[in-house]
Nanobody, 115 residues
Framework: QVQLAESGGGLVQTGGSLRLSCLAS????????MGWYRQAPGKQRELVAH???????FYAESVKGRFIISRDNVKTAVYLQMNSLNSEDTATYYC?????????WGQGTQVTVSS
């Protein structure tokens, strides 16, 4: 069994930065893809970014150039550095990992960007 624990959300002003962290525990050896989704009120959950064990990354167009995803394979952790935040980034951010072919989710961490 694998569990994901997120941290780092909070309240930040427009233009500010936050760093999210997600640490996997348990049988983490079979995790390949790790990343982040987000869900704003009244909207569908959307992929923000993900990274595989070889550090190949993918970013949603809306965050390219502002967010940086990174991964520590020793710790089985994934991080999301979020810069130049704006109100459209306000959402609950969920860490996810693909365990074999099964997606696993963290409990979510709230990010609120105020003007």
């Amino acid at each position: 069994q694998v569990q994901l624990a997120e941290s780092g959300g909070g309240l930040v002003q427009t233009g500010g930065s936050l760093r999210l962290s997600c640490l996997a525990s348990g049988s983490t050896g079979s995790i390949n893809l790790m990343g982040w989704y987000r869900q704003a009120p009244g909207k569908q959950r959307e992929l923000v970014a993900h990274v595989d064990r070889y550090s190949n990354t993918f970013y949603a167009e809306s965050v390219k150039g502002r967010f940086i995803i990174s991964r520590d394979n020793v710790k089985t952790a994934v991080y999301l550095q979020m810069n130049s935040l704006n109100s459209e980034d306000t959402a609950t951010y969920y860490c996810y990992a693909v365990y074999y072919v099964t997606p696993l989710w963290g409990q979510g961490t709230q990010v609120t960007v105020s003007s």
